[in-house]
């Protein structure tokens, strides 16, 4: 039996486990997945102990890139990217990025086109640079990150009404359940930045409708959350680690038995 992980701070809320048994019951590996959480305090003497366990790991918040130096080589999208969610175990131990994979097939299922438009991406952490390497692969006119603590290029939310318009990305938290009340633009901001919104997308995937995308498709405008993201990373994931391409049928099969459970 191989044995594959995810490894994170904070695991709880993660549909990492029912995603992959579908994976695997639906192609007949024998396989499993666990949920391995890591205090940050021990993650340094923690990590290579699980690394000699398991043939394959998927990465979360917060060590998408505190997992670098623990790796022999990187694929070509990890380093542009500089973070990396999935590890590949054999001979060495190689690091991947299919967040950037997962974050395009996730426009292209709900219908939102960046080629030629102004991107806005909310936030600065490890999911905003597979963010960034998407959108630019796909054409983007150009992309803009919004942070809390602006510095360089970065604009502050305060900016937004003034410069946005576009596409807009929430690579925060704000929204996320338990917190599903909480949105990342300020309320008397919202209407504004919105009405110049060609397309909003959430990577939050629970709850299924955040704040943010509501606000969206009361207005008619194209929007999503994360689980098709999350649903299309572990299939890239799961084809890194088996060395072969999947079925375009896995991404059905997954949704119908996963998007219930929200």
Same mark, same amino acid.
Request: glycine fraction near 10%; aromatic fraction near 8%.
């Given at each position: 039996?191989?044995? /594959? ?7 709880? =809320? ?5 995603? +992959? ?20 305090? +021990? ?18 918040? %917060? /060590?998408?890139? $505190? ?16 973070? #990396?969610?999935?590890? *590949? ?60 603590? %602006? ?26 359940? %338990?917190?599903? &009340? ?18 909003? &997308? $959430?990577?939050? /995937? ?7 995308? +509501? ?12 689980? %098709?993201?999350?649903?299309? *990373? ?5 084809? #890194?680690?088996?060395? +072969?391409?999947?079925? $375009?049928?896995? /991404? ?5 038995? #996963?998007? =219930?459970?929200?």
């Amino acid at each position: 039996m191989k044995h /594959y992980g995810l490894i994170g701070e904070h695991l709880g =809320h993660s549909l990492s486990v029912p995603i +992959h048994e579908v994976i695997f019951r639906t192609l007949g590996l024998d396989a499993d997945y666990q949920l391995i959480e890591i205090p940050r305090d +021990h993650f340094s003497d923690t990590l290579p102990r699980v690394l000699t366990n398991f043939d394959g790991l998927n990465v979360t918040i %917060p /060590y998408k890139k $505190d997992v670098l130096p623990f790796l022999d080589s990187l694929s070509p999208v990890a380093r542009n990217v500089g973070a #990396v969610n999935t590890v *590949q175990i054999g001979g060495t131990i190689t690091g991947y990025n299919t967040d950037v994979r997962g974050f395009s097939d996730m426009l292209r299922l709900s219908g939102i086109h960046v080629k030629g438009k102004p991107c806005f991406i909310l936030g600065t952490g490890g999911a905003s640079l597979a963010v960034f390497s998407a959108l630019q692969t796909l054409g983007a006119k150009s992309i803009t990150f919004v942070s809390r603590s %602006p510095s360089g290029e970065q604009i502050g939310y305060s900016d937004l009404p003034e410069q946005f318009s576009g596409i807009l990305v929430n690579c925060t938290p704000a929204g996320m359940y %338990p917190d599903t &009340a909480s949105c990342p633009i300020p309320d008397d901001l919202l209407p504004g930045v919105l009405s110049r919104a060609e397309g909003v &997308a $959430d990577l939050i /995937y629970n709850p299924p409708q955040t704040r943010l995308t +509501h606000a969206a498709s009361i207005r008619g405008i194209p929007n999503c959350t994360g689980l %098709p993201m999350l649903i299309c *990373q572990a299939i890239e994931a799961e084809r #890194v680690w088996q060395g +072969h391409d999947l079925p $375009d049928s896995l /991404y059905d099969a997954v949704y119908q038995e #996963v998007s =219930h459970l929200l």
